[in-house]
């Protein structure tokens, strides 16, 4: 399929009020970031962003939400990033997406989603931030590397939900934004167990996800508000609280030129 012309120019700049793709909430010491990403508010229109599937304008709003965190909400400890959909947490990078851009697009559409996921470990190592990945339902290829990137991860346990890398079997591609690194040197998980775990399309679920250390804890359905409560606590309790207000984050206007972008 032949690639589709590029994106127009974006804006990086965005804030909660503007979100289409998240949620956020803060409740003292703990935030929730939902994903709910609306089907039809991809930035082209020729493809659509089911199953919380995401697109870069879903990774710029991420990457918003982590830094707003970090800088206007000095009292929030820990952050449970969750999904709003009924056994999916998310589906990954929207492949009809990925197929009709172009090279150059998708390299740098993988380079900016790793940064996200490395602005979430930043936080959490220097700004006194724990991120809990509370999967209520499917975490597959980008989805689970989200998840990865979060200090713990709980996955519900409802005999469907399961981890999964897809990209091997199915696509033939290495997951590419952080996955393979994040479970052998960050989670060390054994790399026969990484070998197995990435040629399986249907993924890993239950105790055996637990035991092959590929999430932290599950949680029943019947446990999973007060399971995700009690984990978000624990990792709050892990650092100080940060003093003084918040930091403002406001548009910074710029102004295109033949050059470029000038910046007030």
Same mark, same amino acid.
């Given at each position: 399929m032949p690639a589709t012309a590029p994106?127009?120019?974006?804006?990086?700049?965005?804030?909660?009020?503007?979100?289409?793709h998240w949620k956020l909430a803060c409740a003292g010491e703990i935030a929730?970031?939902?994903?709910?990403?609306?089907?039809?508010?991809?930035?082209?229109?020729?493809?659509?962003?089911? #199953?919380?599937?995401?697109?870069l304008g879903v990774d710029l709003e991420l990457a918003d939400a982590v830094q707003?965190?970090?800088? !206007? =909400?000095?009292?929030?400890?820990?952050?449970?990033?969750?999904?709003? #959909?009924?056994r999916v947490f998310c589906a990954g990078a929207n492949i009809m997406m990925l197929r009709t851009s172009a090279h150059s697009f998708k390299v740098n559409f993988c380079k900016f989603t790793n940064e996200t996921r490395?602005?979430? !470990?930043?936080?959490?190592? =220097?700004?006194? #931030?724990?991120?809990?990945?509370?999967?209520?339902?499917?975490?597959?290829?980008?989805?689970? !590397?989200?998840?990865?990137?979060?200090?713990?991860?709980?996955?519900?346990?409802d005999r469907n939900s399961a981890v999964s890398f897809p990209e091997v079997p199915l696509l033939g591609v290495l997951p590419g934004t952080g996955g393979l690194t994040r479970i052998t040197d960050k989670r060390k998980v054994r790399r026969d167990r990484c070998d197995v775990f990435s040629t399986l399309a249907?993924?890993?679920?239950?105790?055996?996800?637990? !035991?092959?250390?590929?999430?932290?804890?599950?949680?029943?359905?019947s446990k999973w508000k007060s399971e995700v409560e009690r984990m978000a606590r624990e990792l709050a309790a892990e650092v100080s609280p940060r003093s003084g207000p918040g930091v403002s984050l406001p548009d910074i206007a710029a102004r295109v030129t033949d050059q470029g972008l000038a910046w007030q």
């Open positions: 994106i127009a120019r974006l804006s990086f700049q965005t804030d909660p009020t503007r979100y289409r929730t970031l939902t994903m709910a990403v609306d089907p039809s508010g991809g930035l082209r229109d020729d493809y659509e962003l089911k #199953l919380n599937s995401y697109d707003r965190l970090r800088f !206007e =909400h000095p009292q929030v400890r820990a952050v449970v990033i969750t999904g709003a #959909l009924d490395l602005a979430i !470990e930043d936080a959490s190592a =220097h700004s006194n #931030l724990r991120f809990l990945a509370a999967l209520n339902g499917t975490a597959s290829g980008g989805g689970y !590397e989200l998840a990865l990137a979060c200090d713990k991860i709980l996955l519900v346990d249907e993924g890993i679920k239950g105790k055996r996800a637990v !035991e092959w250390g590929l999430v932290d804890r599950l949680a029943p359905l």
